[in-house]
């Protein structure tokens, strides 16, 4: 960005020449004849204008005009009249004179001159990878845009912005600029330099963290000491994350939302705990471990005894273990180190076991044979969260893990049992698992269908041995399904399960835990592979004539995500947790409002999966994890049972001393044997809240800070985590974990696809913050877990979505990205090109603040906020929208919808401060004196927009509110992340609704001015302008913003017309409401010939578009609708053009051409 023409958008003035930092900085001059408008050129060279008449009422630029109006002043005979110029007569005292923008620009610009300090020394600038040229190039490249618009203008053509998809990859490199002052970890960062000449979030970020951690910033003891201290508690814990690896973009939206609610609430007074930690994730952190031997070393797990596994693992930790703090710190996450857990710990352990051993005597824990969800490939029972229902609308093929052959899913294979005694009558079975037909026990059909009501009581043949089965009815059948005749395996179907219970069928299991085939499928199947197994049986089948058909038939295939394998239900001894009483209370809770869930759709859910909750299996078949604290009495059985004996214990003493109790038996004499597998991840989790304060010690932090204020996590985790967190929590600890529950979405991207490695769509938010080349982010690839074909797929996803890398973006940009969707509703869509939109919005506010300082100057001494009563009305108008800005960021966070906050935040710093009050105030700052309100204005805006953005950009706003002047007495806070928060109420003498009411009007006009100078194509020209109103009160508005209205419209004298009076003729007019009109001059300042041919090419291309539409044969819906405003704004332009046509016509009717003079 560079200094702004005359005539060049208001938003130019905000950024210095782009140079390189070793060359000092110029002074932009426009006193130079070759700077001033056109005409003002020709009075200052002599050279007299084409058509005395269009200078008309002309005014120039103030360091032109005063020697003008020397010069011409005699000749006249009117001050400030050039000699040619119309007498406006009584025009002429309806003017106000209007100064352009000033060039308001110190040899260094925006920036604080530092207290003997030697300048830009600690700064470097690196523009690795993008090489050492960028500013040429920058300046090259806007050269390049300037001439092409310049063409498209002449030739009467607006270029067509580009496509969502191109503009996400079309990117400028920026060049980085590092800090470089020698700052130990932990001392506060050197700001008494200058600020750099353009925003660079590695420069912002720099040093501020370790400070903040190192001054106890974030942790509770601090705040009790803060002024603004209310005595109130606000604790949250943050998702554990897997421990797995690296966190992802979706981690980022939770950590930017938990951050902003916790900086928010510590700003406000609040005494705030914020706990980190991860989870140990028992099946995946097995998994990449096993996998990484596999690839490094050739070595299975079974290979190496348990302690050598769990020794790999643990180093595993601690190598990568690091990497998600080390994430979380550069988020910005403000978190109390100090008390990090980690589900694995001493302190986790012991909570786990007190866990379980409460549970197992209260009864709610105990040790079944049940089907379960079962995984041959990790060879362990998973969760119902690691079951991915896959819908087949058809044949389909999938390779499996351990399978040699592809295997067809999505079929109906039909087959014939023969009934016993009738050889030519058969009932034919549907299933499209042939497989566990060894395991068959039954045929089961529904009580009233017809077609097999002379069957009920018969017995059928089973079609591979023979065996004799019974045909059962039942009602669960249903008829109109397949052929109405189900098979009942009650050993691997759950519903087969239930059917076989009420029937008193007993099991076969012909499936084993690796997937192969048992003992009781006979010699012919057995050890074979499950899925080889099934076309050896369709063989047999079709060899014994029993075979009836196959067709297509779509299904839900569950498959398991951890190892692409799919899922089989096996009949498993499992230690399980009862539910349905605790899910009662779950269920209750949000009934009765004592747990709120937001948003509230969430709690339909959340009832239905609690009626329906069955009992939770928490064994799992792995040796990473919590050790399941029950022991086996071996050789011994429960009194009057033939059952296992089994104890728990929070030690093997203590299950000694209740074995002994059981069995009679003194307990040295008696063997124990410990459990072998490890607890359901998920089980730790739900211990988190309590345990990670102590529990079950009786601690200081669980006292005071549990139950937690608010729960924070994604909506996919409501059932799996939270709703355990909420049955254990009120189980153990007699009241819920927490009473406020708040969901945010699941992060998709662009394409709204799920984040999935396999695809190439996760992205670690560090290579969003910093930027990465795209062969980086290939070799992240290589090096992760991925197989060779999901390996291609991930990689080609990458060069597509990210063809140049990812542009270095910033935590602060990232963070407001992040927050700024509504996050609470559906799916949010995020790409990289919102988070460089954010990332210029950061530079916006840098800019800003440097424009600010420079502003304030060196001797600047803040005056006491509730003292500050501005008397001007643009003042006063900035000030009544920071106090509305601060009214709607304290009406998000209370209602925690963080996209209203960066709406308000957005809206204000770059329309309302940047758009507005600063280009309007420019003009004002150079006036002799200077007006003392002004300045303080500034720094209000700035002091309490900047505590205003901390929440969600804490760099940012760290590295700029400590360069602002300190206010007297000394009490500020040391920290922007402890200074009082603003509220309405603190800003609420500066709210006046009226007048930003008012002031809208004015903008109203503005808009207006500039789509009149937009229709004449007036690029540097600053034409004369008058309102008129009938209405007084309308006229008293715009009375009292002349000033402003005429900087913000890019125009010269602004004045009022009275009603009724006519206006020059000539002039363009604009209607502003029904009782408004504004005149723009136009004569002097367009070439009426020249602009007619323009407006003539531009009124062919409108009307081509208009007729094109036309012809369109018209549809219904959304697509109509969007035609029909389009219509009507090609019909509303091409009004716009004829007007303008005709007044240029009129122009050259009362103005011959040179030529004719």
């Known amino acids: 960005m560079s200094h702004a023409a005359p005539g060049a958008s208001p938003r130019g003035f905000l950024s210095p020449p782009r140079t390189r930092l070793s060359q000092r900085w110029q002074p932009l001059d426009r006193r130079a004849v070759n700077g001033a408008e056109p005409a003002t050129a020709h009075a200052l060279s002599g050279t007299p204008p084409p058509c005395p008449a269009r200078l008309a009422g002309r005014v120039l630029g103030l360091d032109s005009l005063v020697p003008l109006a020397s010069a011409v002043a005699a000749a006249a005979g009117r001050p400030g009249i050039a000699a040619g110029w119309p007498d406006l007569g009584p025009f002429q005292a309806l003017l106000m004179p209007h100064l352009p923008l000033a060039s308001f620009r110190s040899p260094f610009w925006g920036l604080r001159p530092s207290q003997g300090l030697p300048r830009f020394h600690p700064l470097s600038t690196h523009s690795k990878p993008y090489g050492s040229s960028i500013s040429r190039r920058n300046h090259e490249a806007k050269q390049k845009r300037q001439r092409e618009k310049q063409a498209a203008l002449e030739a009467g ?405 951890r190892s692409g394998d799919v899922v089989e239900y096996l ?219 999901e390996l291609v797929t991930a990689a080609a996803a990458q060069r597509k979505d990210f063809p140049q890398g990812i542009p270095e973006c910033g935590t602060d940009a990232l963070r407001f990205a992040l927050c700024s969707h509504g996050a609470l509703g559906g799916d949010l869509h995020l790409s990289v090109s919102e988070v460089l939109s954010s990332r210029h919005f950061c530079n916006k506010i840098w800019n800003a603040l440097r424009f600010i300082l420079n502003a304030l100057g060196e001797r600047f001494i803040p005056q006491p906020a509730e003292e500050l009563a501005p008397s001007s009305p643009m003042d006063a108008w900035v000030l009544s929208r920071l106090a509305h800005t601060a009214r709607e960021c304290e009406r998000g966070f209370l209602a925690r919808e963080l996209s209203l906050i960066t709406h308000a935040l957005h809206h204000f710093w770059l329309h309302s401060l940047c758009d507005v009050y600063l280009e309007a105030v420019k003009p004002v700052l150079s006036h002799s004196p200077r007006p003392p309100d002004p300045p303080q204005v500034l720094f209000s805006c700035a002091d309490a927009g900047l505590r205003l953005l901390a929440p969600l950009m804490p760099f940012l706003a760290e590295e700029l509110w400590q360069r602002l002047p300190p206010r007297p007495g000394g009490n500020s806070a040391p920290s922007i992340s402890v200074a009082p928060y603003p509220t309405a109420r603190s800003l609420g003498h500066w709210h006046q609704p009226e007048l930003e009411q008012r002031f809208s009007r004015v903008q109203e006009a503005v808009q207006a001015l500039r789509a009149l100078r937009a229709t004449y194509q007036l690029t540097k020209a600053r034409p004369q302008v008058l309102l008129q109103s009938s209405e007084p009160g309308e006229q008293g508005i715009f009375e009292a913003f002349l000033e402003p209205l005429g900087t913000l419209g890019h125009c010269g004298a602004v004045g009022l017309l009275p009603p009724g009076v006519a206006a020059p003729s000539g002039w363009a007019q604009a209607p502003l409401s029904d009782t408004a009109q504004m005149y723009m001059e136009l004569q002097g300042l367009v070439d009426p010939q020249t602009h007619l041919s323009l407006l003539a090419a531009r009124r062919h291309k409108l009307q081509k578009q208009l007729d094109g539409l036309m012809a369109w044969t018209p549809s219904e819906g959304e697509a109509e609708t969007k035609r029909q405003q389009r219509l009507s704004s090609l019909q509303l332009e091409l009004s716009k053009l004829d007007k303008a046509a005709s007044h240029l016509r009129q122009l050259m009717d009362a103005c011959p051409s040179a030529g004719e003079l």
């Open 157 to 561: 053509i607006v270029r067509k912005s580009k496509s969502a998809a191109e503009s996400s990859k079309a990117w400028t490199p920026k060049e980085v600029v590092v800090y470089e002052i020698p700052t130990q970890p932990g001392e506060k960062k050197d700001v008494s330099g200058l600020l750099p000449p353009a925003y660079s979030p590695r420069y912002v970020e720099a040093a501020w963290y370790s400070w903040w951690v190192r001054e106890g910033f974030f942790k509770p003891e601090y705040q009790t000491k803060l002024p603004q201290a209310t005595g109130e508690t606000f604790s949250m814990c943050i998702p554990p994350p897997n421990v797995t690896g690296s966190l992802h973009i979706g981690h980022a939206l939770t950590v930017a939302i938990q951050d902003a609610l916790v900086r928010w609430h510590r700003m406000c007074g609040d005494q705030v705990l914020w706990v980190p930690g991860s989870d140990h994730a028992g099946i995946a952190t097995q998994a990449v471990v096993e996998k990484q031997l596999w690839k490094e070393r050739g070595v299975r797990r079974h290979e190496l005894s348990r302690e050598e596994f769990l020794r790999e693992v643990w180093k595993w930790k601690e190598e990568k273990g690091g990497e998600i703090s080390e994430q979380l710190q550069a988020l910005g996450a403000s978190l109390d180190w100090d008390r990090e857990c980690f589900t694995m710990d001493a302190g986790s352990s012991v909570a786990v076991t007190e866990a379980f051993v409460r549970l197992y005597e209260a009864g709610l824990l105990y040790r079944s044979q049940q089907l379960v969800n079962w995984s041959c490939t990790l060879r362990s029972a998973i969760s119902d969260i690691e079951v991915e229902n896959r819908p087949l609308p058809g044949r389909t093929e999938l390779r499996l893990p351990g399978c040699p052959t592809p295997v067809s899913f999505g079929l109906l294979v039909s087959v014939a049992f023969p009934v016993d005694g009738e050889p030519d009558a058969e009932v034919v079975v549907g299933t499209t698992r042939p497989e566990t037909l060894p395991g068959d026990v039954a045929v089961a059909v529904h009580p009233d269908d017809s077609r097999h009501a002379h069957l009920h009581g018969r017995q059928l043949r089973h079609p591979l041995t023979g065996q004799l089965l019974p045909l059962i009815t039942d009602s669960a059948v249903q008829p109109h399904v397949g052929t109405g005749a189900v098979k009942v395996t009650p050993a691997h179907s759950p519903a087969d399960a239930e059917l076989g219970a009420r029937h008193g069928l007993s099991p076969l299991s012909v499936i084993a835990e690796d997937g192969t085939m048992t003992s009781l499928c006979g010699d012919w199947l057995q050890g074979l592979h499950r899925f080889v197994a099934r076309e050896k049986i369709m063989s047999a089948l079709t060899e014994r004539g029993l075979f009836r058909g196959l067709q297509n038939h779509p299904m839900v295939l569950p498959i398991c995500s």
């Open 571 to 789: 009949l498993k001894s499992q230690w399980f947790v009862r539910c349905q009483e605790l899910g009662a209370r779950a269920a209750q809770a949000v009934e009765s409002g004592a747990l709120e869930l937001s948003p509230s759709f969430h709690q339909k859910n959340w009832q239905h999966w609690f009626s329906h909750i069955g009992d939770w299996c928490v064994s799992r078949q792995l040796w990473w994890g919590h050790r399941i604290p029950a022991y086996l009495v071996v050789e011994e059985h429960t009194k009057g049972d033939k059952e296992d004996c089994w104890v728990v214990g929070r030690t093997e003493a203590e299950a000694r001393r209740i074995a002994a109790e059981l069995t009679g038996k003194p307990g040295a004499e008696l063997t124990l044997q410990r459990d072998p597998d490890v607890l359901d991840t998920w089980f730790s989790s739900a211990l988190f809240p309590f345990a990670a304060l102590g529990w079950p010690q009786e601690t200081p932090d669980l006292a005071r800070f549990y139950p937690l204020s608010l729960l924070e996590t994604g909506s996919d985790l409501l059932l799996f985590w939270v709703g355990r967190m909420v049955m254990l929590g009120t189980q153990l600890t007699g009241q819920l974990p927490f009473s406020k529950v708040l969901l945010h979405s699941m992060v998709r991207d662009r394409q709204g696809r799920k984040m999935s490695k396999s695809l190439g769509n996760v992205l670690d938010p560090r290579d969003i913050i910093s930027g990465v080349e795209l062969q980086v982010l290939q070799a992240k690839l290589r090096d992760g877990n991925l197989d060779a074909t």
